[in-house]
């Protein structure tokens, strides 16, 4: 892998983030901010370390988050938070190192509070790593790291249970991935545990892209040069067999590891989304001199594979910010709204709107609230335009919201505090619009002809605290509506091809000469992701394209002597792909321009950058030879 040299694109960041001790880091995004939790004590006494971040570069330490059982158990391992209808609840394993076991604790912040709710999870003596997943349907797992003496590979390695409520497992683990390879060993003749050659696999973390289930997993010794990040994946999140592995360490090596001189030991990763809610960055542990410390990068999902843009040690470009943010002036206030901080508060004797007047077709709308008063006839909603189309309605008659999948009608939620933080996010994609409520889809339809999009909150009747809002321009499209005419999202051609969806993925199908697949508003400054793979004899690349111009090529693939390489099409230069690069393979491209500069990479390999004089642009898919297919395509833009 290849890290970005110096001189790039502004403004940087430099790992590590976060300079101070901060083993086994995990963050949690909440209302706009980022709370990250590590192993060990803090200076006060108190255990589980807390930092605080509005960017994931710029870290505050807070202090301890829990109160230290009585028991005085003298570690306190790899803590999890997950917040839910105004709880926070942390889990964390405590013990001796020989000893160890799953608890949790409940705070009502995330920067600390946190207290013990006097509850084992786990039976088994060596339990570590807790990970809670929770699966579309609103099913909760939970993955955890305990010892296998009995197997092939002796030591530890990942397991999954059910959990029946937020203190509660079912109690039937079952493994998900064990050792398999010498670069899981963790000590060749492991005094403490009989001199047995111990093998290693910790640190789950879990993802689910396009049905499919991803397991981020640490491997090695965490204490040297050894210990690295892998991943597995299934079609079954309880399935009957071990998750699949691929990454033997001699013909493919983890996503993370070390860089000699450069990166000791890199692991025990967590993943957030970042501020603009599209990028994602795996967040992990990485030792400097005698302290583990605390590094970010951006990383991607690419059909059954994840990889990370890392470890990098050199400047990289700071995670991207939205669009627009509560602070912007883009936003129209009306009535009475009162500022708490980074908050607004609207009065409940006016009727309230914060608006956005969208400059763009397609955006991601995110807003973090809870009602702080109300009566039986408040009523908080979110619209989509001026028409009144409204995408979302709560009111106080038990907790009913409109804009569940049946429209028609209001839907009833159990245990939901409206006085607690909720997420209402919405999203518009070439006419196809999206709500979802706590991470979890409340509704999906097509939009109305001719809609003027506006996004509204509208407070009648009620104070209502709003603590975040972000809006994001752009899309990502992942091809998985059945529906052709809902999937179809106002992609257009250039040329003489057609167009077909199935698999998950979009399939454009060239006639004769050369065709451009081209869709979504022009922005100055964007970023550009693709998961694409062709047939052998297909070239592909991509354009920009500007109103009443011709388009201007940027990069084409191309094979040169049963090579691939990336044509630079300003100056001809031609760039090689890594020799391990198959056109029948989705691999992720990924284009970003800020002023006059553009860069291109191929997942963790920077590929080249070049300039072009040209301002706001969209963007093309061009493809000469029979058919390229795309399991995801996302064009964002860039905010300031």
């Known amino acids: 892998m290849e890290n970005h040299p110096p001189g790039r694109l502004p403004p940087d960041y430099v790992n590590p983030v976060f300079s101070r001790s901060f083993p086994d880091p995990f963050v949690l995004k909440f209302c706009g901010e980022y709370f990250g939790y590590c192993t060990g004590f803090a200076e006060d006494g108190l255990a ?39 709880k926070f609840y942390m889990y964390y394993s405590c013990g001796n190192e020989t000893l160890m076991e799953l608890r949790v604790a409940v705070s009502d912040r995330p920067d600390g509070g946190f207290e013990d709710a006097g509850v084992r999870l786990t039976n088994e003596e060596f339990a570590i790593d807790a ?63 009989g001199g047995v050659r111990w093998h290693t696999v910790e640190g789950p973390t879990v993802f689910k892209h396009k049905g499919k289930y991803l397991e981020m997993f640490s491997g090695g010794n965490w204490t040297n040069s050894s210990y690295g990040v ?3 994946s299934s079609d079954e999140i309880l399935a009957p067999r071990e998750w699949r592995q691929s990454i033997d360490g001699e013909t493919l090596f983890p996503v993370l590891r070390t860089i000699p001189e450069k990166v000791v030991g890199p692991g025990h990763n967590s993943a957030v989304i970042g501020p603009n809610n599209r990028e994602l960055y795996c967040v992990y542990h990485s030792w ?59 009065d409940r004797d006016a009727e309230s709107t914060v608006s956005v007047a969208t400059r763009f077709s397609d955006l991601l709308f995110e807003c973090s609230f809870r009602i702080v008063e109300w009566d039986e006839s408040s009523k908080f909603s979110l619209f989509l335009n001026d028409e009144g189309l409204s995408v979302f309605e709560l009111n106080s008659h038990g907790n009913r919201i409109n804009g569940l999948e049946d429209r028609d009608e209001s839907s009833s939620i159990k245990d939901f505090d409206p006085f607690a933080f909720h997420q209402i996010s919405l999203e518009v994609s070439g006419g196809a619009i999206e709500v979802s409520l706590d991470g979890r889809r409340a509704g999906r339809w097509m939009e109305p002809a001719n809609s003027a999009r506006r996004p509204t909150l509208d407070c009648v009747g ?30 257009n051609i250039i040329g003489d091809a057609r167009i077909s969806f199935g698999d998950d993925a979009l399939r454009l199908s060239v006639g004769s000469g050369e065709a451009i697949l081209t869709r979504g508003d022009a922005f100055a400054d964007f970023e550009f992701v693709i998961n694409i793979r062709s047939d052998t004899s297909a070239e592909f690349g991509f354009a920009l394209l500007r109103e009443d111009s011709e388009p201007i090529k940027i990069f084409s693939v191309v094979e040169l002597d049963e090579s691939f390489a990336v044509v630079d099409n300003n100056s001809g230069t031609h760039l090689p792909l890594p020799s391990s690069y198959s056109k029948e393979e989705y691999r992720q491209f990924r284009i970003v321009k800020i002023g006059d500069e553009l860069q291109f990479e191929s997942e963790d390999l920077l590929i080249g950058a070049t300039k072009v004089g040209i301002g706001s642009a969209a963007i093309g898919i061009f493809s000469k030879g029979p058919s390229v297919e795309m399991e995801m395509v996302r064009w964002t833009e860039i905010g300031k």
Request: hydrophobic letters at 35%.
């Open 48 to 86: 589980i370390g807390v930092a605080r971040s509005s960017n994931l570069t710029d870290w505050t330490y807070v202090g301890g988050a829990l109160q230290p059982l009585r028991s005085e158990p003298p570690y306190y391992w790899a803590p999890e938070v997950v917040y839910s209808n105004g």
């Open 288 to 346: 400097v001199g005698d302290e583990r410390v605390m590094y970010i990068d951006r990383m991607g999902l690419v059909d059954s594979r994840i990889f990370v843009r890392g470890a990098t040690y050199t400047p990289q470009p700071v995670p991207f910010p939205p669009s627009l943010t509560l602070e912007s002036d883009e936003l129209e206030l009306t009535g009475k709204w009162n500022r708490l901080g980074k908050s607004l508060i609207s």
């Open 230 to 232: 892998a991943f597995a």
């Open 462 to 491: 009620c104070a209502v605290e709003i603590a975040s809002l972000a809006v994001t321009y752009g899309f990502n499209d992942l091809f998985e509506i059945g529906d052709e005419g809902a999937i179809n999202r106002k992609w």
């Open 131 to 193: 990970h809670v997943f929770v699966d579309d349907n609103g099913d909760r797992f939970m993955f955890y790291a305990t010892d296998f003496l009995d197997h092939s590979h002796i030591g530890t390695g990942t397991v999954v249970d059910k959990m029946r409520s937020w203190y509660e497992l079912e109690g039937s683990p079952r493994p998900v991935t064990r050792a398999a390879y010498d670069w899981h060993v963790y000590d060749p003749n492991r005094a403490e545990k």
